[in-house]
């Protein structure tokens, strides 16, 4: 198989407008397409999906694993979400290579700030 890149990631949600608030008002996010059932947002390199499976006849579950979103500065940025009225799940995290803090949207799905500052093996820089 060979991969050229991401083309988008998913969440689910029960409330598309809700959600539609969330990601775009909240979090800044530009929708790229909005359609009756669904949204497309740009985060970064990469299209955020945010759908109603009802739509579908599917079940609706938030996602746990989490989208990492890269922004500058962890620190600032969660302060700027604080300020809009985001909860975040305990404090920030510094591990050896990056930190990183973690919330949900209003439907439950895990979302991370992230900012890598350690280099890659490779010598790459983040």
């Known amino acids: ?3 050229e890149k991401v083309d988008f990631v998913s969440v689910l949600t029960q409330d598309l407008p809700r959600a539609k608030r969330f990601y775009s008002e909240v979090l800044g996010l ?9 949204l497309e947002f740009g985060l970064g390199q990469v299209t955020l999906d945010v759908f109603d499976p009802s739509s579908i006849g599917q079940s609706f579950s938030p996602s746990p694993a989490g989208i990492a979103i890269r922004v500058p ?6 302060a700027e979400l604080e300020a809009k009225g985001v909860e975040f799940d305990g404090d920030i995290v510094r591990t050896s290579v990056c930190d990183m803090t973690f919330f949900r949207d209003p439907d439950g799905n895990a979302l991370i700030l992230h900012r890598r500052f350690a280099p890659f093996p490779d010598g790459r820089q983040p």
């Not at 530009?30 to 669904?38: A, K, L, N, T």
């Not at 500065?73 to 969660?78: F, G, P």
């Open 30 to 38: 530009e929708i790229e397409s909005e359609g009756e059932h669904d």
């Open 73 to 78: 500065d962890v620190a600032a940025t969660r």
């Open 1 to 3: 198989m060979e991969v």
